[in-house]
């Protein structure tokens, strides 16, 4: 073997190495629900042997239950209503939230004056009690948002919320099947966090609220084309939209949070160890 085979033969065997190492490394195996936005946050970490995506949490969170997964990364106010609902305590919120996020209402760019009627609204109904009341109904919290009534001065009205008035009513496009925001329940009946703060603000502005189903393809060209007066855009992210839309103040706060079952030595990101190297992040498995 010439000097040359043997430096291949060595580079050979430490890539082998490397991956050998990589693929039977111990760690924890993380479920990570789809757009909690932490996604490349858990990529980075280091002691993590798995990692996969679930497209929604109640099946990230029964193979938790039945242990296939060791820690499930999911949205903060959706565990905190699972959490209330159900009468088993099979798994606990650890550690800090990966990520802050905040839900916001979409509408129209001119539609100024009835934005401003909206966070106008929001504002009091927070003031008032009405938004701790739905808080705590679906969450269990009071979530810590603005409870001053503010009221900005436009500097040009426009017909927008004088429209709303002669009609007296307000559309709002929702995400239907997004509990516990907007879903049907038992009696299938139409409910959720959202659907009672749409209820509570249309009632305090004195107009009907109608809600629409949208899906999120055409959520935008819904609103574009006046199928609706404004859309409960959640978190979901608009950038692409900016020159399109315009976001209401928000009406909730929740982000990326570890859940992890009751006897689990997992307390926050810390279990992780760090963040991965570039080498390591090249050799590692990828799941998703």
């Known amino acids: 073997m010439n000097f040359k085979e043997k430096i291949l033969f060595v580079i050979f065997i430490t890539v082998i190495a490397s991956l050998l190492l990589t693929f039977s490394r111990t760690g924890w195996t993380v479920a990570v629900v789809k757009g909690t936005g932490a996604e490349n946050q858990i990529r980075k970490f280091r002691n993590i042997r798995n990692r996969s995506e679930y497209p929604d949490h ?132 139409l409910t959720g966090f959202e659907v009672e703060l749409a209820q509570a603000i249309g009632k305090h502005l004195g107009v009907k609220c109608l809600l629409v189903d949208v899906q999120r393809n055409d959520a935008v060209a819904g609103l574009m084309d006046q199928s609706y007066d404004g859309l409960w855009a959640g978190t979901d992210n608009f950038q692409q939209f900016r020159k399109k839309v315009k976001l209401s103040e928000p009406y909730y706060a929740t982000g990326a949070q570890l859940v992890v079952k009751p006897d689990s030595p997992i307390t926050g990101p810390s279990a992780f160890g760090g963040r991965l190297s570039a080498f390591d992040l090249l050799l590692r498995r990828r799941s998703f």
């Open 58 to 189: 109640l099946e990230a969170l029964r193979d938790l239950k039945q242990e296939k997964v060791d820690v499930v990364v999911m949205d903060y106010l959706s565990i905190l209503y699972i959490r209330k609902q159900s009468k088993e305590k099979y798994f606990k919120l650890v550690g800090d939230r990966l990520t802050n996020t905040k839900g916001r209402v979409a509408f129209k760019p001119d539609d100024n004056t009835l934005r401003q009627q909206f966070n106008q609204a929001v504002a009091e109904l927070i003031e008032d009690g009405t938004y701790q009341r739905l808080s705590l109904k679906y969450f269990g919290v009071d979530q810590e948002l603005n409870r001053t009534a503010r009221n900005t001065l436009l500097k040009s009205k426009d017909q927008s919320w004088d429209i709303i008035r002669r009609k007296d009513k307000i559309k709002f496009g929702m995400f239907f099947n997004n509990p516990p925001f907007c879903y049907y329940d038992q009696q299938n009946q």
